[in-house]
């Protein structure tokens, strides 16, 4: 398998990958309760505008519409019967967008969870969730994506199974958990331990990280734990637009492009080698990013205390808690090697 992120890593360092697809969808028309992956077909310029805009704005990486594209999720829509095409169309566009970039664009295949719980939780056996992802990682690399982009994942077996994926399909493969309760994944993985989930299988990630969660400060705090844990792996982070909140009925995002460029010089400090935006992340706030990882030197580990002095309380009280008493545990070895 190439690795066209060990790549493009080596020329530039640390990579920007683009912001979110959901929300900047709904500012461009999609309606709540629409599949975002139906666009690939029924508005592909759409998505031709969505990819344009991030790549205009400096992204590095650009993720396809397809998060929701394994049959489980399409079945939703009537759709389960097209899942080869609608993936293949999403890598197909934003292939073109990256192709005529005039600078290295690398297009990442999102593969989201299915949303169907594994046995003994749920239904779905091991060996069918690797197949539904397999199926959609087959559509997306058809359609140009260089890397399988297994992203917003709670469970280990579907991750686990995502890559195995990836691996019988032949495409290089990242994964990202969202450690959105109580510190944890939604099934309780702890961020320290998102290096170890495809553990024995025949490829090795191209990098880990986390997406999503419930703020840009929590998923700081995680990225400190991931870096703790294994310093050599190539860590990914692509956070909140800051901390959502309703007005109405609409679900607006706090993050201002000002914070957004202190949260990329935080993530790098941290460790982080690709770092994103998640929820909320427009192309304004790419493009200060942009501006801000292109300006900035990596400087000094951030403390938990400096990333909620510099970026904002916490949501997750129970996370802050222990990633405070973390904290102090690392300030005492430190102190006692001293």
Not at 83 to 92: D, F, K, S, T, Y
Not at 192 to 197: A, L, M, R, S, Y
Request: glycine share 10%; with cysteine; net charge negative.
């Amino acid at each position: 398998m190439t690795n066209p992120i060990d790549a493009l890593l080596a020329e530039k360092g640390v990579l920007l990958a683009d912001g979110a697809t959901g929300t900047n969808l709904f500012a461009m028309g999609l309606e709540a309760g629409e599949a975002p992956e139906l666009l690939n077909e029924t508005a592909p310029d759409t998505i031709t505008s969505l990819h344009q805009n991030f790549v205009d704005a400096g992204a590095d990486i650009i993720l396809t519409n397809s998060f929701g594209g394994t049959r489980h999720r399409l079945k939703l829509h009537h759709a389960q019967d097209r899942v080869h095409m609608l993936n293949q169309r999403a890598a197909e566009i934003a292939r073109a967008v990256a192709d005529k970039a005039g600078r290295k664009v690398i297009v990442a295949g999102s593969v989201g969870p299915t949303g169907e719980l594994l046995v003994p939780l749920g239904a779905m056996t091991y060996d069918e969730a690797v197949d539904a992802f397999a199926e959609q990682i087959e559509g997306l690399k058809a359609g140009g994506a260089e890397v399988a982009w297994i992203e917003t994942m709670s469970a280990p077996d579907e991750i686990r199974a995502a890559a195995q994926a990836a691996i019988r399909v032949g495409l290089p493969y990242t994964y990202t958990g969202s450690f959105d309760t109580a510190g944890r994944t939604m099934m309780g993985l702890l961020p320290k331990d998102i290096h170890g989930v495809v553990d024995g299988l025949s490829q090795a990630p191209l990098g880990v990280g986390a997406n999503c969660g419930v703020g840009a400060s929590d998923i700081l705090a995680s990225l400190l734990d991931m870096t703790e844990a294994k310093p050599e792996a190539t860590m990914i982070v692509k956070g909140n637009c800051g901390i959502p909140e309703f007005r109405g009925t609409e679900i607006h995002y706090s993050g201002t492009p000002e914070l957004m460029a202190d949260y990329v010089r935080l993530a790098v400090d941290a460790g982080a080698r690709i770092v994103g935006g998640c929820c909320g992340t427009s192309f304004q706030h790419l493009a200060a990013m942009r501006k801000a990882l292109d300006a900035h030197t990596r400087s000094d580990r951030p403390t938990v205390e400096t990333i909620v002095e510099r970026i904002g309380p916490m949501r997750n009280k129970v996370a802050t808690e222990n990633t405070a008493e973390t904290s102090e545990a690392r300030r005492e070895r430190r102190r006692s090697r001293a």
